[in-house]
């Protein structure tokens, strides 16, 4: 299509949705016939110059939202989405346009934000908005390698977190864990990873997700726990991990020393972060949340309404 064409469809798309003109109007003013304005609406939409997205939004359940609060005080703010078409997919997508809608009042200039890696942060870092910031730092909260033939993905989010704030990125070249303590302790001598390290202690927003200690998953897949490793800390009363902590029932470090191995920031310095955002979507990270809430680990949480209701089912006042 020549530029004239294009200039054209613009022009049309521009009437019809922004100053809400008629197929027939539109058609009048420009001099051609109402079929024709219909056409180049499609072929606009067809070429991506126009993109619908229907906002739902999030519909802030305020007795839902209650409940959760009354049940964990720490937790300030929760966004709860409805399922309203019964598929995982498009319900995954709806709380992660949540999140991306609200992360440019979390992000300020000269800030440093934090980020983890996963299935959830990977489809919320390709909704995420076009942000005018200056001087933001984005660090990756644990290691992001794989000891195992795997794609984390952790590197694809932390690019488009930095894209999205037209920040500065650092990557923590590691795994999330390590076989021994002595080894992190020698990493952290590693000049990239003690500064990434330091950064976090004045990380003001982290954007992370939770893990429930089940298989599939992506620390199974990535080689940093095996079978072996599954069925002790279940025994031993692990329910899953936040930021690749692994944490009781109440939101605690399970083991002290099989923590030590973990390459990031600690649970505590996640802990004093101002403005903590947890994701998570489906009802089997129910227990996992509950832990990550009752531990402190969230000041917002964004989440899905049938999880939200089987923790609120699940503890009670």
Not at 52 to 66: A, G, H, T
Not at 67 to 75: D, E, G
Not at 153 to 170: E, H, I, M, R, W
């Amino acid at each position: 299509m020549d530029k004239k064409k294009i200039n054209q469809a613009i022009r049309i798309a521009k009437m019809y949705y922004e100053l809400h003109y008629n197929q027939l109007e539109i058609a009048q003013k420009e001099g051609i016939s109402k079929s024709s304005v219909s056409r180049i609406l499609k072929s606009a939409m067809d070429m991506g110059v126009i993109e619908v997205r229907i906002k739902d939004s999030v519909f802030m359940e305020s007795e839902l939202e209650d409940a959760l609060i009354s049940r964990f005080p720490l937790l300030k703010r929760a966004v709860i989405v409805p399922d309203l078409v019964n598929n995982p997919q498009i319900l995954m997508q709806d709380v992660c346009a949540a999140l991306a809608d609200d992360l440019p009042r979390y992000i300020k200039n000269n800030s440093v934000i934090g980020v983890t890696w996963g299935h959830v942060l990977g489809v919320l870092s390709k909704q995420l908005p076009k942000m005018k910031r200056k001087g933001v730092s984005v660090i990756q909260l644990t290691g992001g390698y794989s000891r195992a033939v795997f794609e984390s993905g952790a590197l694809d989010v932390l690019k488009n977190f930095v894209d999205s704030v037209g920040g500065t990125g650092y990557q923590i070249p590691a795994p999330a864990m390590v076989d021994k303590p002595f080894i992190v302790e020698a990493l952290k001598q590693d000049s990239q990873i003690g500064e990434i390290l330091r950064m976090a202690q004045v990380c003001q927003t982290a954007i992370f997700s939770v893990g429930n200690l089940e298989r599939p998953s992506i620390v199974y897949e990535m080689g940093l726990i095996d079978e072996k490793d599954y069925r002790d800390f279940s025994k031993r009363g692990a329910v899953g991990d936040c930021c690749s902590h692994f944490i009781n029932k109440d939101g605690e470090i399970f083991d002290e020393e099989i923590d030590a191995r973990v390459v990031g920031a600690s649970l505590e310095t996640i802990k004093k972060i101002p403005n903590k955002l947890l994701i998570a979507v489906g009802k089997q990270k129910a227990k996992i949340l509950a832990a990550a809430l009752k531990g402190g680990l969230a000041d917002s949480l964004y989440i899905d309404e049938p999880t939200a209701e089987e923790i609120v089912r699940s503890i009670p006042i």
